[in-house]
């Protein structure tokens, strides 16, 4: 996207030195990378960065409207809502596509977000690992305002740890050793001191949780919450003394009811011309679009594109027995901007802010990119293909 950028890049590379790049990972954290890095980095000229960083401003003033907790209530499941959640969200992760506009400039369109964490750790490692293999331009800077990473780290932990002690805080997840993301794990822990906990781990005394630590029994005051109810679904017979709706005396650094909340359910209330039409089904009330072709199906409540449907037609949408937990959005065009040796290929990028308890507004940490020759960006949809994948993002200063 950028042309200096991406020529100094793609002239520093060789599969020997990518795959060298890879092997290094994976001597840091043997076995732990389990999901597939793109061969390239994204470089964000001045101008897209300008687009996406409005962009997630428009839709920051939206989720502070005072009406957003109220229009997003039913977005929360009355049997997976979780006590004490606090008045705006730890985390904000902004997924979007890069498309052109009708004058040919590059410009994001909102594909999904989340108020819920990604991968803060792993993205920081990631974008200081490039530089030892590859070319990158020193005038870009993978944090938007140029922070090195011993400063990002100390945001990181402002955000997470706070004022506790690190060992007082967990991360937490149901079985982490066997998560896709279990790398960010092992990196936050490095980072932060704080150490992941499987949720089945957890003891509960009264209000108070606890989990033992080298054979002592600390006290829970803060939990970095990585863990879905989605997951937690998977193991309905699970005997623990702790169960995730329990009122309890923890703070949550994302909180599990945001992750419902700021999801697909708060696009319809999203306007802005970086936000693709997007509507409940049931708010048609069957007078469907004449197009749609262009448009594509997302059930609400279903996580990593699973359930989305690229070719809709009517007898599909009246078909629905719960429209109302479904989302009709206007498909958008990716426009492959990325030079590989071989061709042209598309990219999302994610960004990913933090939220601290006391701030009035999120501030932009990272970013991550996503590279793809596939009809959608998931790993199905790009299985033997080459240059794509998850991977850094670095902003033009």
């Not at 400039?105 to 819920?116: C, K, N, S, T, W």
């Not at 006290?219 to 309890?248: C, E, G, H, W």
């Not at 042209?344 to 990028?349: P, Q, W």
Request: aromatic fraction near 14%; include cysteine; charge should be negative.
């Amino acid at each position: 996207m950028q042309h200096r950028a991406r020529q100094a890049f793609n002239a520093s590379f060789s599969e020997d030195v990518y795959k060298d790049f890879v092997a290094a990972i994976d001597t840091d954290y043997p076995g732990l990378l389990d999901f597939r890095i793109a061969e390239t980095p994204v470089f964000i000229p001045m101008g897209l960065k300008k687009h996406l960083l409005d962009a997630c401003e428009e839709i920051i003033d939206e989720l502070l409207s005072s009406d957003f907790k109220s229009k997003t209530q039913r977005a929360v499941p009355a049997d997976q809502y979780v006590p004490n959640e606090n008045a705006h969200t730890s985390f904000l992760c902004v997924d979007f596509a890069i498309c052109e506009s009708e004058t040919g400039e590059l410009v994001p369109q909102l594909i999904e977000l989340q108020g819920f964490p990604s991968l803060y750790g792993y993205q920081a490692y990631l974008s200081e690992k490039f530089p030892r293999f590859f070319k990158i331009d020193p005038s870009f800077s993978y944090t938007p305002d140029s922070k090195d990473f011993q400063a990002y780290v100390e945001q990181l932990k402002k955000l997470i740890v706070g004022d506790a002690l690190a060992e007082q805080v967990i991360l937490l997840e149901i079985f982490p050793e066997k998560q896709k993301t279990r790398i960010d794990f092992a990196i936050t822990e490095e980072m932060l001191g704080v150490k992941a906990v499987c949720y089945t781990k957890l003891i509960r005394e009264g209000r108070k949780l606890f989990y033992e630590k080298d054979g002592r029994i600390i006290q829970v005051k803060r939990i970095y919450n990585r863990l879905i109810f989605d997951d937690l679904a998977k193991y309905p017979d699970l005997m623990t003394s702790y169960s995730f709706t329990d009122d309890v005396d923890v703070t949550w650094v994302g909180h599990p009811n945001w992750f419902y909340r700021i999801s697909k359910f708060a696009m319809p209330f999203l306007k802005s011309k970086y936000v693709p039409d997007t509507r409940f089904v049931s708010d048609f009330n069957g007078n469907f679009p004449s197009d749609l072709e262009n448009y594509v199906l997302k059930p609400l409540f279903s996580f990593a594109g699973s359930g989305v449907k690229l070719h809709v037609d009517v007898a599909m949408l009246e078909a629905l027995p719960d429209p109302e937990n479904y989302i009709l959005q206007k498909k958008v065009k990716y426009e492959p901007v990325i030079q590989a040796p071989d061709g042209l290929v598309k990219c999302e990028i994610r960004m990913m802010y933090g939220w601290t308890d006391d701030a009035e507004r999120p501030e932009l940490m990272i970013s991550l990119s996503r590279l793809s020759r596939g009809e959608m960006i998931g790993v199905d949809f790009n299985k033997n293909f080459t240059w794509v994948g998850g991977s850094a993002s670095y902003f033009e200063r």
